[in-house]
T-cell receptor, first 116, second 110 residues
Framework: DAGVTQSPTHLIKTRGQHVTLRCSPI?????VSWYQQVLGQGPQFIFQ???????GRGNFPDRFSARQFPNYSSELNVNALLLGDSALYLC???????????????FGDGTRLSIL | GQQVMQIPQYQHVQEGEDFTTYCNSS?????IQWYKQRPGGHPVFLIQ?????EVKKQKRLTFQFGEAKKNSSLHITATQTTDVGTYFC??????????FGTGTRLQVFP
């Protein structure tokens, strides 16, 4: 079975632009989460989606948004890009029980976003 | 806000030496998860601990969850060069957020 797939793998943007990152979860996983990982730090939780609804949100500005599609794939959108948005963006999928983020997260390889 | 701290930040060991990383949460956790991230890679799930005082072993790795469910540790016996990477603990908060620790980067010299 395929793991979590993310696209693109690398992306270069300039300040003020918009970006869309894509994620396909492991087959059978209905929960998708997004994380931002700045070099040298741990992953920072951005969003969790389950059954097309946002179920969790981290401390990120409204420039960050996401959605989940009927096939459980997901998109992360970031508007008005800033230099500080340069990071590795990780998507993870999991089996989500009713109690939430208590299942192991299976990560994709990430999208490395560079802002010039 | 919720914080998960890990110490040490870095650890350099000679191959064959033992290694331990400690994880401390500002609040009680329902469970603690451990992940390993190799240089240039993505986090890979290692294990989940749920019960107070729980100890689990995976070959040379021993994981422990504190009695108060606010701290955890990972101990590696007789490190190998394949153990190189950054080890993260992570805990769920408010059921819908997974908060990662600050990580401990392990370097093993042959």
């Amino acid at each position: 079975d395929a793991g979590v797939t993310q696209s693109p793998t690398h992306l270069i943007k300039t300040r003020g632009q918009h970006v869309t990152l894509r994620c396909s979860p492991i087959s059978g996983h209905k929960s998708v989460s997004w994380y931002q990982q700045v070099l040298g730090q741990g992953p920072q939780f951005i969003f969790q989606y389950y059954e097309k609804e946002e179920r969790g949100r981290g401390n990120f500005p409204d420039r960050f948004s996401a959605r989940q599609f009927p096939n459980y794939s997901s998109e992360l959108n970031v508007n008005a890009l800033l230099l500080g948005d340069s990071a590795l963006y990780l998507c993870a999928s999991s089996l989500r029980p009713p109690t939430g983020m208590e299942q192991p997260q299976h990560f994709g390889d990430g999208t490395r976003l560079s802002i010039l | 806000g919720q914080q998960v701290m890990q110490i040490p930040q870095y650890q350099h060991v000679q191959e064959g030496e033992d290694f331990t990383t400690y994880c401390n949460s500002s609040t009680t956790l329902s469970n603690i998860q451990w992940y390993k991230q190799r240089p240039g890679g993505h986090p890979v799930f290692l294990i989940q601990l749920v019960k107070s005082g729980e100890v689990k072993k995976q070959k040379r790795l021993t994981f422990q969850f504190g009695e108060a469910k606010k701290n955890s540790s990972l101990h590696i016996t007789a490190t190998q060069t394949t153990d190189v990477g950054t080890y993260f603990c992570a805990g769920p908060y408010n059921t819908d957020k997974l908060i990662f620790g600050t990580g401990t980067r392990l370097q093993v010299f042959p």
